[in-house]
């Protein structure tokens, strides 16, 4: 039986919303922070009304005290017991993510997107390591595409390749660059790594699998629903990185740039690689987030590089 969320009006939903995901303990992150956001994503969501609706009672233009007829209070009602009861995230739910204030197509062929580096493309905070030749940029691991698409809204004059290991996941990728008419623009490629890209490339954009065994054995079930081929990293999350590390020069033109998000992994990255040169690049979560790493940089490493790689998941 569906549980009644309580009230007749989408500011009243909304609370009790938020109220019902705190008492059952759900996982945040795919999007949102905490309970009260996503409660108004999920409301705004089901009722149809833009996303950004102005929820303060009192403010102009508020929908807060917008009346629910009953019909949709039992829809919303409905939604969030999906939520609950089957922990995906929203995301997979409403079928949709946004990223600066883009929207994007997801399901559970790919991970929902929420790379920090969007920040960087949509800011600016990398365009003083290019130069005005850069022209071809690689989105490596580009899940559901959303990097290469903002990628290519950034930079309209360059020629992005998203590429990814899965098959799954290449297919949601296409249907982003369709719903932003970037087809001549954006070619997605099936790769293994570098394996079938090789360039050169004058900025490749890489937000691998990452997460170290241990933190993946911990992760809530929001984070399991998504592909485990695109989360794990291995014993310290680093198997991905560092072939990547290794092939990459190779692949690169002599001004290239490698734009890098570990998440949370900074530790047993600079344990991994502890004379690499690396620029660490700000974004809303710190500075620990995601690095820069130059062609002569990459270079200047390749003798540590070159011992034989463990097992690692592409």
């Not at 996982?27 to 705004?44: I, M, P, S």
């Not at 800011?123 to 030749?133: F, M, T, V």
């Not at 997605?188 to 699998?209: K, M, Q």
Request: charged residues 20%; proline residues 6%; hydrophobic residues 45%.
């Amino acid at each position: 039986m569906t549980a009644k969320v309580h009230g007749d009006t989408v500011g009243a939903l909304v609370a009790s919303g938020a109220a019902r995901l705190t008492q059952a303990g759900v996982a945040f992150g795919h999007g949102t922070a905490n309970a009260q956001d996503e409660a108004a994503w999920l409301v705004l969501w089901r009722l149809g009304l833009p996303l950004d609706s102005v929820l303060d009672e009192g403010a102009e233009g508020s929908v807060a005290n917008r009346p629910v007829t009953p019909a949709h209070q039992a829809l919303v009602a409905t939604l969030f017991e999906e939520r609950i009861a089957t922990r995906k995230p929203a995301a997979y739910l409403t079928r949709e993510a946004w990223l600066q204030g883009v929207p994007f197509y997801v399901d559970e062929r790919a991970i929902v997107p929420r790379s920090f580096i969007a920040e960087l493309l949509a800011d600016g905070s990398i365009d003083d390591w290019l130069s005005d030749q850069t022209r071809h940029v690689l989105d490596l691991c580009t899940g559901n595409g959303s990097l290469a698409v903002l990628a290519a809204m950034a930079y309209p004059d360059v020629q992005v390749t998203g590429a990814d290991l899965s098959p799954d996941a290449l297919a949601v990728a296409r249907i982003n660059v369709e719903r932003h008419g970037l087809q001549e623009r954006i070619t997605l490629v099936e790769s293994d790594g570098l394996a079938a890209l090789p360039g050169p490339w004058d900025l490749i954009l890489c937000n691998p699998p990452y997460v170290n065994a241990q933190s993946m054995s911990e992760l809530p079930a929001e984070y399991r629903a998504e592909p485990e081929l695109a989360l794990a990293g291995g014993s310290d999350g680093m198997d991905f990185i560092r072939r990547l590390l290794r092939e990459a020069p190779a692949c690169m033109t002599e001004d290239a740039v490698l734009v890098l998000e570990i998440g949370n992994e900074r530790a047993h990255f600079e344990a991994a690689f502890p004379q690499l040169p690396v620029f660490w690049l700000q974004t809303s979560a710190g500075d620990s987030q995601v690095l820069l790493i130059t062609k002569d940089g990459l270079s200047s490493m390749l003798p540590q590089f070159s011992y034989p790689m463990q097992n690692h998941i592409s």
